[in-house]
Nanobody, 116 residues
């Protein structure tokens, strides 16, 4: 089990940027693929992006391709999500987790609100 704490969310105007961070506990962090997920009001939680254990490969959901970048620093046990050109439809609570996600790992998430 990995304990995860997300941060970096906030209120931003459309077209702006935010950088989310996810700090993980545990010595085995570097062995896991990690992902970012989000849940908008009234909707199911959805996949946003994933990165493999080394950081050499990443995948994105179509709606964020070209705008979001996932990265990780295994020395700091941290995974990041750089979000550029934000849109109102990106408004959601953002969570990190291993990928595939482990139900025991869900944290509080961090709220991202994009206004037009």
């Amino acid at each position: 089990q990995v304990q995860l704490v997300e941060s970096g969310g906030g209120l931003v105007q459309a077209g702006g940027s935010l950088r989310l961070s996810c700090a993980a506990s545990g010595r085995t962090f570097s062995t896991y693929a990690m992902g970012w997920f989000r849940q908008a009001p009234g909707k199911e939680r959805e996949f946003v992006a994933t990165i493999n254990w080394s950081g050499g490969r990443s995948l994105y959901t179509d709606s964020v391709k070209g705008r979001f970048t996932i990265s990780r620093d295994n020395a700091k046990n941290t995974v990041y999500l750089q979000m550029n050109s934000l849109k109102p439809e990106d408004t959601a609570v953002y969570y990190c987790n291993t990928n595939p996600p482990n139900s025991s790992n869900w944290g509080q998430g961090t709220q991202v609100t994009v206004y037009s």
